[in-house]
């Protein structure tokens, strides 16, 4: 069982920045950042591959990073220009896509953490 735990939301005034840090359990699995608000469904915003190719949508593309450290098992993703339309609860997701491929839709994605709440607002 991989385990997955988020890290890193709050409050945030609009412009601001924020990191999220995803700790996993065990290494070699793509990872993908997803986003609820409320009332809305979840949506894929970001995700890396185990060789670390990147993929963002276009809601997040120029303001938000993802990167990965090995050597702390962790996917962050650096948020920047944060916008009152990004507030939502982040999950990081994990799973077996082959080493070049990840994606932004939650059908790969076995393993999922519990979230972290993001809220930008004045």
């Known amino acids: 069982q991989v385990e997955l735990v988020e890290s890193g939301g709050g409050l945030v005034q609009p412009g601001g920045s924020l990191r999220l840090s995803c700790t996993i359990s065990?290494?070699?699995?793509?990872i993908g950042w997803f986003r609820q608000a409320p009332g809305k469904e979840r949506e894929g915003i970001s995700c890396?591959?185990?060789?670390?190719?990147?993929f963002y949508t276009d809601s997040v593309k120029g303001r938000f990073t993802i990167s990965r450290d090995y050597a702390k098992s962790t996917v962050h993703l650096q948020m920047n220009n944060l916008k009152p339309e990004d507030t939502a609860v982040y999950y990081c997701?994990?799973?077996?896509?082959?080493?070049?491929?990840?994606?932004?839709?939650?059908?790969?994605?076995?393993?999922w953490g519990q979230g972290t709440q993001v809220t930008v607002s004045s």
């Open positions: 997701a994990a799973g077996e896509l082959g080493s070049q491929m990840c994606a932004v839709v939650t059908e790969p994605y076995e393993y």
């Open positions: 065990e290494d070699l699995y793509a």
């Open positions: 890396i591959s185990t060789t670390d190719r990147t």
